[in-house]
Every structure is written in structure tokens, then in C-alpha cells.
């Protein structure tokens, strides 16, 4: 038996410190059920109209160069994707927060490189406004 995350745990994970974080930042955040196409977290600001449909993608040390997405799903003016790296067991997650428009245009070979998104390291703040 290996100590080693799989595929899914590791996936389930990044959701969760996803929606950990947005909360963490005054967001209402849930996980949506695992049938619902491309949407892992819906999130809305308390009291106000400001909305997000996040797709999360999370990667482990194992891969540290891209991110797999596969069929990317709707890209509409509040559609984002969160691109979480687990990190090792002792590291804090990262996250790039990409508008979705911005993701499905940056995807070659059904991947998202780092190297493409690294201007939206942490940019949480993406969420606060339309595109």
C-alpha cells in the first residue's frame, strides 16, 4: 500500500483549498456536485450579486510544468479556472485564478503551462470584477 495521493484525492483536494480559500477571503463557497460539468466551486460574495463558477485543476510535484484540462466547459464573463499546485505534504498550495476566456485560449495539446499564467499567481481579486 502507498502513502502516495492518487489522481482523484489529489483533484478532491485542490477543490477544497480552493473553496478553504475563498472563504478564508469573506467568499461563500461550495462544492458542487461531481455530475456537474465543468463547474468544482460556485462562490458569491455575501450580499451582493458578484458570483463565481470556478473549474478547478490541480497538480502535484509530479507534474510541475502543466496542467491537464481536458474539455474545458463554458467560458462566460464569470467563469474561472483555479489552477492549484498541492505542493509537497510539508508546502502550502499556490493558485493562479485565470478567467476562463483566458484559459481555453492558452490551452495546447488539451494542457495549461505555468509558464503561460504566471502573471496570475494569486490573483484573487480577478473574482471582484467582470472581464
Do not use: C
Amino acid at each position: 500500500m502507498t502513502n502516495r495521493p492518487s489522481r482523484i484525492t489529489t483533484g478532491i483536494a485542490g477543490e477544497h483549498f480552493v473553496a478553504g480559500e475563498l472563504a478564508k477571503r469573506g467568499w461563500i463557497a461550495t462544492l458542487t456536485a461531481k455530475n456537474t460539468p465543468a463547474v468544482d466551486v460556485l462562490a458569491q460574495r455575501p450580499g451582493s450579486a458578484t458570483f463565481a463558477a470556478i473549474q478547478v485543476k490541480t497538480r502535484t510535484p509530479a507534474y510541475r510544468y502543466a496542467w491537464r484540462v481536458g474539455n474545458p466547459g463554458p467560458a462566460g464573463e464569470r467563469d474561472y479556472f483555479v489552477f492549484v499546485d498541492v505542493g509537497s505534504i510539508d508546502e502550502q498550495p499556490r493558485y493562479w485564478i485565470v478567467p476562463a476566456s483566458t484559459a481555453v485560449a492558452l490551452i495546447t495539446n488539451e494542457q495549461v503551462r505555468v509558464k503561460d499564467i504566471q502573471e496570475f499567481e494569486g490573483r484573487w481579486e480577478l473574482l471582484e470584477s467582470s472581464v
